[in-house]
């Protein structure tokens, strides 16, 4: 059973529409929490990073929410753009920044 | 370009054969990291080094895979005796330290297909 897990598995949205991804995850202990955006054939690329005592946190369009109490953390897209489209993976960081453990992500195909 | 870089990006090979990738990290990041990604799922961890030293290996690393980073700085993934469950992009990260909010950096990936 994968320790982090993204819903939705897939999501087509129109452009200009906004959409939120969800995190949950098991595995601890917790150091931070990422979201990275990963076009197809590419390396990863890193959104947010939020440790413990952060809830909110934002880059540009992206806004990033943590629950650390229920283990959730979401990702929030604003006015999505055709370029959005993308696999966005939820990532927990444990062991003092040592093994970052990636989610299946949630594969975002943004639409005219 | 001051970017993680990898290289070869795409790699065939025969069921069997050996093959050797190669990871240059971000200049004076110590810490380098090597994941595995198979279609649809998200990048499994393989092992990371702190400078030259390994020190942390995935059980996924079988006794056919290998890394090493000589010099602390570049790193090398081989996998001996190709097989074809061992199709997939292989990732390499750097980051400058373990500090809790460090930011780990990614290449382009490598892509394997073992035919």
């Known amino acids: 059973k994968n320790q982090v897990e993204q819903s939705p598995q897939s999501l087509i949205i129109l452009e200009g529409k906004n959409c939120t991804l969800q995190?949950?995850?098991?595995?601890?202990?917790?150091?931070?929490l990422r979201w990275y955006k990963q076009d197809t054939g590419r390396g990863p690329v890193s959104l947010t990073i939020m440790t413990f005592s952060e809830n909110t946190k934002s880059n540009g369009r992206y806004t990033a929410t943590l629950d650390a109490d229920t283990k959730q953390s979401s990702l929030h897209i604003t006015a999505s753009q055709l370029s959005d489209s993308a696999s966005y993976i939820c990532v927990v960081v444990t062991g003092g920044g040592n093994k970052l453990t990636f989610g299946t992500g949630t594969q975002l195909k943004v639409e005219l | 370009d001051t970017g993680v870089s990898q290289n070869p990006r795409h790699k065939i090979t025969k069921r069997g054969q050996n093959v050797t990738f190669r990871c240059d990290p971000i200049s004076e990041h110590n810490r380098l990291y090597w994941y595995r990604q198979t279609l649809g799922q998200g990048p499994e961890f393989l092992t990371y080094?702190?400078?030259?030293?390994?020190?942390?290996k995935s059980r996924l690393l079988s006794d056919r895979f290998s890394a090493e980073r000589p010099k602390g700085s570049f790193s090398t993934l081989e996998i001996q005796r190709t097989e074809q469950g061992d199709s997939a992009m292989y990732l390499c990260a750097s980051s400058l330290g373990p500090g809790l909010d460090t930011e780990a950096f990614f290449g382009q990936g490598t892509r394997l297909t073992v035919v």
């Open positions: 080094f702190q400078n030259e030293a390994q020190l942390e």
């Open positions: 995190c949950n995850y098991t595995v601890s202990p917790f150091s931070n």
